[in-house]
């Protein structure tokens, strides 16, 4: 937790993204090359044929989709707690991202479910919550650009990030909770072929890196936006 606060000066933060910055992108870009390289070498599933290529896309996608979210809530309870004064900048710059992964999530998922369940979207619990998820993104961007004092704004903004958390045990669990057409976790049951851990795994690192990389790119322009608008007001007084 003191690390967190000690790098809630701004221009502490700023010292650290930049010197951090360009090997998340450089370790993003080798990442994600990899991992697209892995994956259109692995050879056909038995069951799913080369269907099963998307699921390197899908799953990647569909797991950062959440833990955005996560990293979103935590911002925000810092917030609305301790006042962390870069807490509502970091939760606001990563919805943008968090919506761009959800939005993968459903289209690459679509596109595997056609083939094989034959057809683009069932209303089980896993997809109508995962749904939801991308409705709450855009929910919660919506309120801060609605709300023009920024205080006012950040802290509805947070208690609906907190109130949409809920989301995410349901998004996690739905497919133990309900029959759905969705299948189970993989990766740790070791139900997953051997042969597609290492892109799968490639795949997840590079989108956490890109995230990380754009992340911290978005709250570094929102700190020097918010430094030019001091300016200006200053020079206009």
């Not at 699921?55 to 950062?64: I, W």
């Not at 606001?92 to 999530?105: D, E, K, S």
């Not at 069932?122 to 205080?151: C, H, K, P, Q």
């Not at 029959?179 to 290492?198: C, P, R």
Request: net charge positive; aromatic share 12%; glycine share 8%.
């Amino acid at each position: 937790m003191q690390f967190l606060f000690r790098y809630a000066n701004p221009a502490n933060f700023m010292r650290l993204s930049g010197a951090v910055l360009p090997f998340t992108a450089i370790g993003a870009a080798l990442a994600l090359a990899t991992g697209l390289y892995l994956s259109f070498s692995v050879p056909p599933d038995y069951q799913q044929g080369a269907t099963v290529k998307i699921l390197f896309l899908h799953v990647p996608a569909a797991t950062m989709a959440m833990g955005v979210y996560v990293a979103i809530a935590i911002c925000s309870f810092l917030s609305l707690v301790w006042r962390h004064p870069l807490s509502d900048t970091a939760a606001r710059a990563a919805a943008p991202l968090g919506a761009m992964f959800t939005v993968v999530g459903l289209i690459t998922g679509a596109l595997w479910g056609k083939p094989m369940w034959g057809t683009y979207w069932v209303w089980d619990g896993r997809l109508t919550s995962f749904l939801l998820l991308l409705f709450i993104y855009l929910g919660y961007m919506a309120l801060w650009n609605a709300i023009e004092d920024e205080v006012r704004a950040a802290r509805a903004a947070a208690i609906l990030a907190l109130v949409g958390a809920v989301n995410i045990p349901i998004i996690k669990f739905s497919v133990e909770w309900w029959n759905t057409l969705h299948q189970g976790e993989t990766i740790t049951t070791g139900k997953l072929a051997s042969v597609y851990v290492a892109p799968l795994l490639t795949m997840m690192l590079g989108y956490a890196l890109l995230f990380v990389t754009l992340w911290m790119m978005r709250i570094r322009t929102a700190i020097l936006e918010r430094r030019a608008r001091n300016l200006m007001q200053g020079a206009a007084s």
